[in-house]
């Protein structure tokens, strides 16, 4: 089984993006991803071009930008112009956009998860289509395209990765049925500052959404791989402890005894 990991960071000032994106090349990642929420990160595609003039290997992904807010052509355009720029590097990562803000602060009214998930499913064969430079006609409950095509520019990877995050099961039913990678994130119920979720890392949680991947992409080849958002990474010999400072530096209730157990026993599989 191959293993890689992905640095995910961002924008602070130029010469610091460059320097970590050449870091992360040349410590061993795979891939470096850019968070995609408007207002408090940098833009996704512009800050990935500029790695990709920085390095020559490492991939470059978004991780992950909010379908529902975002114009489907407009996303596979961004996605092509990433893949010719870095010469087959772009990873096209998609979510279904969990944060109020995202959505009201353009006027739009803040639907609920299965809304969320089901615009996202329609939205990952759309794009899958437009990558492809296939013309695409949707007419969905929640995707609409009339003769929609990307005819230039063509990514170079055929087909582009895109790779699916989150954890609602719906959503990672669809991303082993129709993605690259499928990314658990762990993420639980929405608290109420809008923003956090409960944390779902129970190891029963993880262990049935990865049988829910297995299952669900059986009979594909390639398989998607499988990934992991992993927020916070330290090196100990002693994890207990270490997990037990991380969890009391966090707000309540992502703090609570309860969500200590799912993390020791994620730390300890």
């Known amino acids: 089984m191959r293993i ?10 130029r010469a610091d993006w460059i320097d970590r994106a050449r870091q992360a090349e040349e410590s061993g990642f795979e891939t470096i991803c850019v968070a995609d929420h408007p207002g408090i990160t940098g833009s996704p595609f512009v800050s990935l071009a500029a790695a990709a003039q ?3 290997r490492i991939r470059l992904a ?3 930008a909010n379908v529902g807010i ?6 596979a355009a961004d996605a092509a112009t990433l893949d010719v720029l870095s010469e087959g590097r772009a990873v096209l990562g998609i979510g279904a956009g969990h944060t109020p803000m995202e959505w009201t602060s353009i006027g739009r009214q803040y639907p609920t998860a299965q809304q969320r998930v089901s615009r996202l499913v329609e939205s990952v064969g759309a794009l899958s289509m437009l990558l492809d430079g296939e013309p695409v006609t949707v007419n969905g409950k929640y995707v609409h395209l009339d003769g929609a095509q990307l005819a230039r520019p063509r990514p170079i990877q055929s087909p582009l990765p895109i790779l699916v995050g989150g954890n609602n099961k719906d ?4 991303g082993a049925r129709s993605a690259s990678i499928v990314e658990l994130t762990g993420l639980g119920r929405t608290l109420e500052d809008g923003h956090f979720h409960a944390a779902e890392w129970a190891a029963e949680s993880v262990d049935e959404r990865a049988e829910l991947v297995k299952a669900e992409s059986s009979g594909r080849s390639p398989m998607p791989r499988l990934s992991a958002l992993v927020q916070h990474v330290e090196l100990t010999e002693d994890r207990i402890t270490a997990s037990e400072k991380f969890l009391e530096e966090l707000p309540a209730p992502l703090g609570s005894p309860n969500v200590a157990r799912q993390r020791h026993g994620t730390t300890l599989r």
């Open 54 to 56: 920085a390095t020559t």
């Open 4 to 13: 890689g990991f992905a640095l995910q960071t961002g924008l602070s000032t």
């Open 171 to 174: 959503l990672v039913r669809c």
């Open 70 to 75: 975002r114009d489907l052509v407009q996303l």
């Open 62 to 64: 978004t991780a992950v």
